[in-house]
């Protein structure tokens, strides 16, 4: 059985910076092509934040993050991680890794079958 495991997630001030890591258990990291992180915030809709390629070597990210979020994964580690930095307010939400087996990389909810419970990231102004 896939499970996945977020942590990383707290309190910070705006401009600061987290490090979310999401483990892979069940299958090895490096059967899963499609690796992406999504948030939700309180009333809304999961919300696309980056995806990247198998072997790490593509990513591509939401433009509101862009420039201050990076993922990146350790297939031998199988994890996937997401470095925050120049924290805003509007960045709070349930960050959650998601995984599929299938096809590329994407920015889409319904093309990934397996997620993580999520991590709570609340960046205070």
């Known amino acids: 059985q896939v499970q996945l495991a977020e942590s990383g997630g707290g309190l910070v001030q705006a401009g600061g910076s987290l490090r979310l890591s999401c483990v892979v258990s069940?299958?090895?990291?490096?059967?899963?092509?499609?690796m992406g992180w999504f948030r939700q915030a309180p009333g809304k809709e999961h919300e696309f934040v980056a995806h990247i390629s198998r072997m790490g070597e593509r990513a591509e990210y939401a433009d509101s993050v862009k420039g201050r979020f990076t993922i990146s994964r350790d297939n031998d580690r199988n994890t996937v991680y997401l470095q925050m930095g120049s924290l805003k307010p509007e960045d709070t939400a349930v960050y959650y890794c998601?995984?599929?087996?299938?096809?590329?990389?994407?920015?889409?909810?319904?093309?990934?079958?397996?997620w993580g419970q999520g991590t709570q990231v609340t960046v205070s102004s």
């Open positions: 998601a995984a599929d087996f299938l096809g590329a990389p994407s920015r889409n909810v319904p093309d990934y079958e397996h």
């Open positions: 069940g299958r090895a990291l490096i059967d899963f092509p499609r």
